[in-house]
C-alpha cells in the first residue's frame, strides 16, 4: 500500500514495528510521539533508530513529530508533514499511542483517562479536520474483564471493565463508534492481546522475568498461577493492524480480536521463559492483585474471515525471538 500514515505511538513497541512494515511496504510514515515518562526514552529512542535504518533501507519516508498527541497542533504539523511526503493522495491514521499499564492505571486513573480518552477525541478530531481517509486504533484485551465465557468473541457484553486503563479502552471504542456514525470515517478498534516480542515494554512480565531469571533474581507472581493469558506474537499483531488498514473500507466501523487463540498458563509461561533463559526460575509469591484479569482467550473467527489475520508464531519460537534480542541489544 502506497500513501501515507500517521502513526502515533511510532517510538513505542508495537508502534515501531508497525512502523518498518509500512516503510518495508513503501507507505511514508509520519510518526508522532512524545517519550513520555512511562518507561525511559532511550529505550523508545533505540526503538526509532530501528525504524530510521529501515526507512534508509526501503527508501520509503520517515519523518517524527515530536509532540502531545493529545494536542490538536501536533496533529496539524503530523498532516502537514504527511501532504509532503504523499504519493498517493490518502492519508490515513493508526494511533497506538497510550498509557497501557493496567495496574499503574489504579493509582493514576486521571492521566490514563488524559491519554487515553482525550487523546483518542483529540485524533478523532483531527482525522474529520483534516480529511484523513481512515483509522485504525489500538484497543486491548482487558475490555473482556472477567467475562465468564471464552474465547472472547466480538459481540460478547463488555460493560464491566475491571481497571481503569480497560474502562478508557472501552470508551474508546465508543467514542470512535459515535465519531464514524456521525462524520463517515471508517474506523477499525483492534483488541490486541498481550503482545510479546522484540522491544516489549520493560513494564510487561516477559520481559521483566527474562531480565529477573537471568540475573538469577526471584521473580514475582501474583495469585494462584492458574491465570492465563492469550500471547500475541508482536508480527502477527503487526500483520493484523495492516489488514484492518486495508479492509476497514468495506465495513465502515469494526471490532477485531487480535489474538492467538492460544492460552497459556503463568505456571507454563514461566517455565517456558526458564527453558528460553537456560536457568531455573525462582518465584516469589504474592497475593493477587487488582486489575488484573483471571484469563484472556481470543476468540479469531471473525477476525480470520474478514482480516485473513493468520498468527503464525508459536509461544516457544517467541520468546525465543524475543531472548536473543535482549541479549543482543542488553535490554
Ligand atoms: N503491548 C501489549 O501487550 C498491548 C496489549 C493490548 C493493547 N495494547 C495497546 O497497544 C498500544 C501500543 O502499546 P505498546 O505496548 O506498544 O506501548 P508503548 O508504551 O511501548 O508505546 C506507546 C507509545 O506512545 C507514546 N505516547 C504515550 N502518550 C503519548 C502522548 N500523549 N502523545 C504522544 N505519544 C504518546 C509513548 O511515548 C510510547 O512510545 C497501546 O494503545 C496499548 O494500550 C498493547
Redo the contacts with the bound molecule.
Keep these: 500500500m502506497k500513501g501515507a500514515v500517521l502513526l ?10 508497525t512502523a518498518e512494515a509500512l516503510l518495508t511496504r513503501g507507505t511514508a510514515v509520519v510518526g ?8 525511559p ?1 532511550a ?2 529512542r533505540a ?1 526509532l533508530a530501528a525504524v530510521e535504518a529501515t526507512a534508509k533501507r526501503t527508501g520509503s519516508r520517515f519523518v517524527l513529530i515530536e ?5 490538536p497542533g ?1 496533529w496539524d504539523r503530523a498532516a502537514a508533514a504527511a501532504r509532503q511526503s504523499n504519493t498517493d493522495g490518502s492519508v490515513s491514521a493508526i ?7 493496567v495496574r499503574p492505571s489504579i493509582d493514576d486513573p486521571v492521566t490514563w483517562a ?3 480518552v482525550v ?1 483518542t477525541a483529540v485524533a478523532l478530531e483531527a482525522a474529520r479536520r483534516h480529511g484523513l481517509a481512515r483509522m485504525v ?6 475490555v473482556y474483564g472477567n467475562c465468564p465465557t471464552a474465547p472472547f468473541h466480538e459481540e460478547l457484553d463488555v460493560s464491566r471493565p475491571i481497571s481503569p ?1 480497560a474502562a478508557t ?1 472501552r470508551a474508546c471504542e465508543l467514542i470512535a463508534y459515535t465519531h464514524h456514525a456521525l462524520h463517515g470515517t471508517p474506523v477499525a478498534m ?7 516480542g522484540p ?3 520493560p513494564d ?1 512480565a516477559i520481559n521483566l522475568f527474562m531480565r529477573k531469571i537471568a540475573a538469577g533474581q526471584p521473580i514475582p507472581v501474583f495469585g494462584d498461577m492458574a491465570t492465563s493469558r492469550d500471547y ?1 506474537f ?1 508480527g502477527d ?1 503487526v500483520s493484523g493492524i495492516l489488514a484492518a488498514l486495508e479492509r476497514i473500507d468495506r465495513h465502515g466501523y469494526r471490532i477485531w480480536n487480535l489474538g492467538h487463540d492460544h492460552p497459556v498458563r503463568l505456571d507454563e509461561m514461566i517455565a517456558a521463559i526458564g527453558r528460553a533463559v537456560g536457568r531455573e526460575p525462582v518465584l516469589d509469591r504474592q497475593p493477587p492483585r487488582q486489575g488484573d484479569v483471571e484469563r484472556t482467550w481470543a476468540d479469531l473467527t471473525r477476525s480470520r474471515a474478514e482480516l485473513g489475520y493468520d498468527p503464525k508464531v508459536s509461544f516457544d519460537d517467541g520468546l525465543a525471538a524475543q531472548w536473543a534480542w535482549m541479549q543482543q541489544s542488553g535490554r
Excluded at 509532540?67 to 494536542?71: C, N
Excluded at 494511533?95 to 499499564?101: T, W
Excluded at 483492534?190 to 510479546?196: D, E, G, H, M, S
Design positions: 502515533t505511538g511510532a517510538a513505542g513497541f508495537i508502534g515501531s514495528h508522532i510521539d512524545n517519550f513520555d515518562p512511562f518507561y526514552a529505550l523508545k526503538n509532540g502531545d498527541l493529545a494536542e501536533t494511533h497506538l499511542a497510550a498509557r497501557a499499564g488524559h491519554v487515553n487523546g486504533i489500538a484497543s486491548s484485551s482487558s486503563y479502552k483492534l483488541r490486541f492481546f498481550t503482545v510479546f522491544r516489549q515494554r510487561l500475541t508482536v499483531t
